[in-house]
């Protein structure tokens, strides 16, 4: 089966939105319409940039753009507090497995590189094909309400994916939704590795989410659970191993997604020590200020990598991921109790508070440790079966 999308589906969407906003008479519902079209001008706009890419790079001296970060950055801790603290929480609760974590590195390391997948070892791969098919028969065991929209949106595969080379750093997919014309589209970078898999059904949660609340998507404040709706079926997938495969490739995924998450969680934590320094040094980036950064244990490079760590998107992963793993650990009990619980979040209005929503039913993180702590011991208990490794 072919999958592609371009230029031409984002402007065919666009002339239809402008087609019904001119029959539109309710004032608010063009506002919405125009809203739309908007936000696929910026698509468009994006698309002709990637298509002509502009050879000239604007360079910004080095110490205006750290004294320029270290501002905004002050800046989001005070805005973002909240979001702050539920980082840092995750940061010093998953410190107790730091031992355990090095463990599993050293092990690791004795086959794979930071970069290698654990296709690596077995030597699995997966067709585009089989990885859309596993998607499909996973939200079709997932819920029976969320299979109907899926379903739907499953039908547009064609038209609505396309397979590229890279979709921006450190991402290897996204999607959008575009409301009213009903048309979503998701970018995902090429591999055969198994992680396409769990990359199939994270973007599809997103679809799903956008295709049952809209108006969420693009009103909503709340952007700490923007990946709720992605990483519960993600997580459920691996819990549930579908597709049969095997369970130290599978423990493999959750542990790099896990290993991803505090590693971004460490960066955010270090925000307000390096911001407590920068006033203390009179807000300036000079050599003084490098040399306490380095007593923190931060070299340049480390250094550089965690002022470039965002609240409003490493933070909303971390933060998402915390209640994806409550969520979780409410499923492992009882199905239908979480499930309950995700739909009706994924169903709450902008205008209410999805935090309000999710504190009624559970703490967030109050399950980070016993679910984290499972997820490395059940990994290195993988790792020893498999046999590959010396443990
Ligand atoms: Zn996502």
């Not at 507090?81 to 929480?89: A, I």
């Not at 089989?130 to 065991?141: I, M, P, R």
């Not at 970018?187 to 769990?198: A, N, P, R, V």
Request: with cysteine.
């Amino acid at each position: 089966m072919e999958y592609n999308w371009g230029i031409k589906d984002l402007k065919e969407a666009k002339e239809k939105l402008k087609i019904i906003l001119k029959k539109e008479k309710n004032k608010n519902t063009k506002n919405y319409i125009k809203s739309l079209i908007k936000r696929l001008n910026d698509y468009i706009a994006e698309e002709e940039l990637s298509l002509h890419p502009s050879q000239e790079k604007i360079s910004v001296p080095e110490e205006v753009a750290y004294d320029q970060t270290l501002a905004n950055i002050e800046y989001d801790l005070s805005s973002c507090h909240e979001y702050y603290s539920l980082v840092s929480f995750f940061a010093h609760t998953t410190d107790a497995m730091q031992d355990k974590i090095e463990e599993i590195e050293s092990i690791l390391s004795q086959r794979l590189t930071p970069d290698d997948g654990y296709s690596k070892i077995t030597g699995a791969t997966i067709t585009n094909e089989k990885a859309l098919s596993l998607t499909s028969q996973f939200y079709n065991g997932f819920s029976p309400e969320l299979s109907l929209v899926f379903q739907n949106a499953f039908a547009q595969r064609n038209s609505s994916i396309r397979f590229v080379d890279n979709v921006e750093e450190d991402c290897v997919a996204n999607s959008t939704y575009i409301d009213i014309v009903k048309r979503y589209f998701i970018s995902i970078t090429k591999t055969d590795d198994l992680s396409k898999l769990y990359t199939f059904i994270h973007e599809y949660g997103h679809v799903i989410s956008y295709i049952l609340n809209p108006k969420s998507m693009y009103f909503s404040s709340e952007f700490a659970f923007d990946e709720v709706a992605s990483l519960f079926p993600e997580l459920v997938a691996q819990y549930e191993n579908i597709g049969n495969y095997d369970k130290a490739q599978v423990a493999f995924e959750s542990y790099v997604t896990f290993i991803l998450y505090r590693n971004k969680a460490i960066n955010l934590d270090a925000h307000r020590y390096f911001i407590k320094l920068w006033n203390d040094n009179n807000r300036n980036t000079d050599d003084t200020y490098m040399e306490k950064i380095k007593e923190l244990e931060f070299d340049e490079e480390t250094f550089t990598d965690a002022i470039e760590t965002v609240i409003d998107d490493e933070g909303t992963y971390i933060i998402s991921y915390m209640v994806a793993l409550e969520l979780l650990h409410i499923y492992k009990q009882d199905k239908q109790r979480a499930l309950e619980i995700f739909e009706r979040f994924l169903k709450t209005p902008y205008t209410e508070s999805l935090r309000a929503y999710l504190e009624s039913e559970f703490t967030i993180g109050s399950h980070l440790q016993e679910e984290t702590e499972y997820l490395i011991d059940n990994f290195k208990k993988e790792l020893k079966k498999s046999g590959e490794f010396h443990v």
